[in-house]
């Protein structure tokens, strides 16, 4: 059983690659190229996406407690076979809106749950210590993976803007196949009797014992409005006039950092305190959109964006780490995880449409000004709160 479980490991590091979209590169120039869409159909693409992943990520978390995490990673990649399919054969709106939908669809099914599986697997392994350590190198290896092929997505549309689409679905037929050769890590029968008596209402009252929800709140707020606006990152590439060619190049250059970041997140961690991590994160963050709202020069534009991409993903594990910390004594780690992943969802909804209409309206740079307004308002009250409740003992804090 050691050997299977320990597969189970760079079998998640394979799932992990074909999880991230090859064709992530130019997804947002290829919704220009469909009849009709406009920045504000954008939105509403990523509206409705972002809205099935809302609706359906902690009862996924909550299913993915029932009926075993390994069925519900299966599940997931099925989802996200048939919306790379949607994609390819995209040739209205309709088709992209179901692309969207199951894309955030399979991400609800995969987001806790992968996490929470692996970290049954580790304590099969009697390795749970060994957590952001294992996940970040799993991490990496499924950023730098896919580095070559979003490279690639770029130059295959001199074919056909549908090539990079072909690619990503053999390489999603490739993570179906490792989610369906993993191995169950063995379960206590008193944590399978646990998780059949208590209710989803009880599972809620857990997370807000362990003080989790705030802290859930800012990790979801925070990748919402940044997964919001990456959602217009190619599109506004486009109305700067800069060459598709090199979408590729650029979102390699950040996925070579998110991956040298993700590789030593145990180490970047151990740097932090939880308030800390918070602090690092609004401040960097606010002062890189607020240099997209100020100004149009198409090579500030890109640093940046390089930039929020690289720290964006880079520091995943590291804040799911600290979560983790929290929740620790959980028994449903992967839906109180969804909670964080839910607020991400409805948030980049909102921030997506709010983006779109912006951008129709007035432009893309007072789009990006006015949510990096709103992204600081929102985000430095719920830090103070967070650092108050730290002091006082909460998260865990000695």
Known sequence: MGKQLQSNIWKYALMSIANKRVFVAILGAYYLTIPDVTPQIIGLILLAGNAAGFFLEIPSGFVADKIGHARTLVMARVLMLCSTGFFLFSNSISLLVLGSVFLSASTAFHSGTGSAFIHETLRGLKRTHEYTKVMGKISAIGFAVPVIFATLAPFLITMSYKAPFVLGFIVDMV??????????????????????????????????????????????????????????????????????????????????????????????????????????????????????????????????????????????????????????????????????????????????????????????????????????????????YIAHRYKKGAYGAL
């Open 175 to 384: 993570g179906l196949l490792a989610a369906l050769s993993l191995a169950r890590p063995p379960v206590p029968e008193e944590h399978v009797e646990e998780i059949r008596a208590t209710n989803f209402k009880a599972v809620m009252r857990e997370g807000y014992a362990l003080s989790y929800f705030s802290v859930a709140l800012f990790s979801g707020i925070l990748g919402g409005i940044l997964m919001g606006i990456g959602g217009f990152r190619e599109a506004y590439y486009v109305f700067l006039g800069i060459p598709v060619i090199w979408y590729g190049i650029f979102f390699g250059i950040g996925r070579v950092f998110v991956s040298l970041m993700l590789a030593y997140s145990g180490a970047i961690k151990k740097k932090f305190s939880l308030t800390s991590f918070y602090r690092f994160q609004l401040i960097l963050f606010t002062l890189l959109l607020l240099i997209v709202g100020v100004t149009d020069t198409w090579w500030v534009i890109i640093a940046v964006f390089i930039t929020i991409n690289a720290f964006q993903w880079g520091l995943l594990q590291v804040d799911e780490g600290f979560r983790l910390d929290i929740i620790k004594s959980s028994t449903f780690k992967a839906t109180l995880l969804s909670v964080s992943a839910q607020i991400n969802q409805a948030v980049a909804a909102v921030s997506g449409l709010a983006l779109g209409f912006l951008s129709e309206r007035l432009s893309y740079q007072y789009g990006f000004l006015y949510l990096g307004i709103i992204f600081l308002a929102v985000l430095f009250p719920l830090y103070l």
